[in-house]
T-cell receptor
């Protein structure tokens, strides 16, 4: 089944404790992206990747890092999480920016 | 940067009534435009996409949207609402490079029996 998977689905952590949210897709998509969803703000793009080793900032990249060492994986790294990063995070992939984005199920992160 | 405005954070309609969800974008050159739907506790799913091929775009589940350049609008409609349409709907626009995406704040659709 074609899908985007994210792990973990739920995470509660404390300020400053490094964490990684994994994202994997099995559709051989070149383009991958991370978003955060906050009430009243919709989705905001954090980072995107056009291909392996090619990443760029979205609208709200501060406090986040990404890497794209393999085509299928695009982990989101929070080196020192803060409470304002409490949010619902979505990973998405597509054949390219013009294509339909397929979204993962989301990761709900709470930073205390 | 692009911006997308969705008027009405909550819209309520009766089953069988017309659904109209509004979206306006800010750009002098029409980019790609999208409507996504999010059901509770799920990720987003593409409803339809405007790519300049036709101003009236038909999507899944009976939804369609009309691109109006003069009004910088891309409103989503469905002639007859169904209970299963209750969800949150997001309008989105891509930048000229088709790598950055900008989403509206979303509209929650409630369908009353």
């Amino acid at each position: 089944e074609a899908q985007v998977t994210q792990n973990p689905r739920y995470l509660i952590t404390v300020t400053g404790k490094k964490l990684t949210v994994t994202c994997s897709q099995n559709m051989n998509h070149e383009y991958m992206s991370w978003y955060r969803q906050d009430p009243g703000l919709g989705l905001r793009q954090i980072y995107y990747s056009m291909n392996v080793e090619v990443t760029d900032k979205g609208d709200v990249p501060e406090g986040y890092k990404v890497s794209r060492k393999e085509k299928r994986n695009f982990p989101l790294i929070l080196e020192s999480p803060s409470p304002n990063q409490t949010s619902l995070y979505f990973c998405a992939s597509s054949t390219g920016g013009r294509g339909e984005q397929f979204f993962g199920p989301g990761t709900r992160l709470t930073v205390l | 940067a692009q911006s997308v405005t969705q008027l009405g954070s909550h819209v309520s309609v009766s089953e069988g009534a017309l659904v109209l969800l509004r979206c306006n974008y800010s750009s002098s050159v029409p980019p790609y435009l999208f409507w996504y739907v999010q059901y509770p506790n799920q990720g987003l799913q593409l409803l339809l996409k405007y790519t300049s091929a036709a101003t009236l775009v038909k999507g899944i589940n009976g939804f369609e949207a009309e691109f109006k350049k003069s009004e910088t609008s891309f409103h989503l409609t469905k002639p007859s609402a169904h209970m299963s349409d209750a969800a949150e709907y997001f309008c989105a626009v891509s930048d000229q490079g088709f790598n950055k995406f900008y989403f509206g704040s979303g509209t929650k659709l409630n369908v009353k029996p």
